[in-house]
């Protein structure tokens, strides 16, 4: 793989989600090589909380750019400010995502299509701003952040699977485009259950908020991850122990996956303890005071 030694030393990078979760983990773990560091999210505030913590950490810079990746001047815009101010872009991190829980028929449908145009578009619309500057570079990677829900399926997660499904399927295809361009690369990392606000962030028309299963990763375990992409680019790798054994129930034994993926969703994938009104979350608007790296659960 072709990298240039001042990637490799402390890279330009451009953060989306980067205010939170594993976004926010990733900024820090890049902070703390001494990268240059681009962060957007769509509230101000918690991009101003993560980039201070990133300067303390050791960034070499820091930039904040509130935006939308959903929309695609603005995610243009970024990327332009990012290679103008640092001279090059390496590295692009995809983390922004919304969540919704509900069955498909009770999920609102602008609810559901904000969910997958977060998923969608925003990887296509960043995709399109920023290979184009690895083709010209030479180099540059690409690591979208995708799940395990991108490869299974589960009741009350249709606006999400179908995100993630998508988004999935649109890495693939960029994969095989960047081939002809031995310097650029594209990953995904595709965590199980993860540690981060997104579940209480999330829009609930399940009469819950939704918790992650067990085993429950960190935020940093994920961005450690991502970040060993670099070294070595994969199509996609996986951040859960059980997802391998998940993936090959869905695909080899669909009736029973079928039969116990209900039940099992209901005992260890919603929130026992947070009954909820049907509510949108943060899935139209920045929630600042629910951003955080991590969430409310143990994790390791
Ligand atoms: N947590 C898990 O268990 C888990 C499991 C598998 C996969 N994942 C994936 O991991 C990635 C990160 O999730 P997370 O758990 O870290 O979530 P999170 O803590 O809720 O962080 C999401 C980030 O995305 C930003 N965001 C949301 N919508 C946006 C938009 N339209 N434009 C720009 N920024 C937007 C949020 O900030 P603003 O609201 O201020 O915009 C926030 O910074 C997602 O792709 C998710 O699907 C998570």
Not at 197 to 210: F, M, N
Not at 257 to 276: M, N
């Amino acid at each position: 793989m072709t990298r240039p030694a001042e990637q490799s030393a402390s890279p330009s990078v451009l953060v989306t989600g980067a205010s939170s979760g594993i976004g926010r983990a990733t900024v820090l773990r890049f902070a703390r090589q001494g990268s240059a560091l681009l962060l957007v999210a769509r509230g101000r505030e918690s991009l101003e909380e993560t980039a201070r913590e990133a300067r303390e950490a050791g960034a070499r810079e820091v930039l904040v750019c509130p935006a939308d990746v959903t929309d695609a001047d603005a995610v243009q815009n970024a990327v332009e400010t990012a290679v103008a101010r640092f001279g090059r872009l390496d590295v692009a991190v995809h983390s922004a995502q919304v969540m919704a829980y509900g069955r498909i028929e009770d999920v609102p449908r602008a609810v559901y299509e904000a969910v997958v145009d977060t998923a969608l578009h925003g990887t296509a619309n960043l995709a399109r701003a920023v290979l184009p500057v690895f083709r010209g570079q030479g180099a540059g990677h690409l690591v979208v952040v995708s799940s395990l829900l991108g490869e299974i399926t589960a009741p009350l997660m249709g606006s999400y699977a179908a995100a993630k499904w998508g988004q999935l399927g649109l890495v693939r295809t960029l994969q095989q485009e960047v081939r002809d361009a031995p310097g650029v690369h594209v990953s995904a990392v595709a965590p199980g259950g993860v540690n981060t606000p997104i579940y209480s962030q999330g829009a609930t028309y399940a009469g819950r908020s939704g918790r992650p299963p067990a085993p429950v990763y960190s935020a940093d375990r994920v961005a450690r991850k991502v970040v060993a992409l670099l070294d070595r680019p994969r199509r996609i790798v996986h951040a859960g122990l059980f997802n391998p054994v998940i993936v090959a129930g869905f695909r080899l034994l669909p009736p029973v996956y079928d039969a116990l993926v209900g039940p099992l969703f209901k005992a260890f994938a919603l929130a026992s303890d947070d009954e909820r009104p049907p509510s949108e979350g943060n899935v139209f608007e920045s929630q600042p005071a629910g951003n955080a790296t991590d969430g409310r659960w143990r994790s390791f």
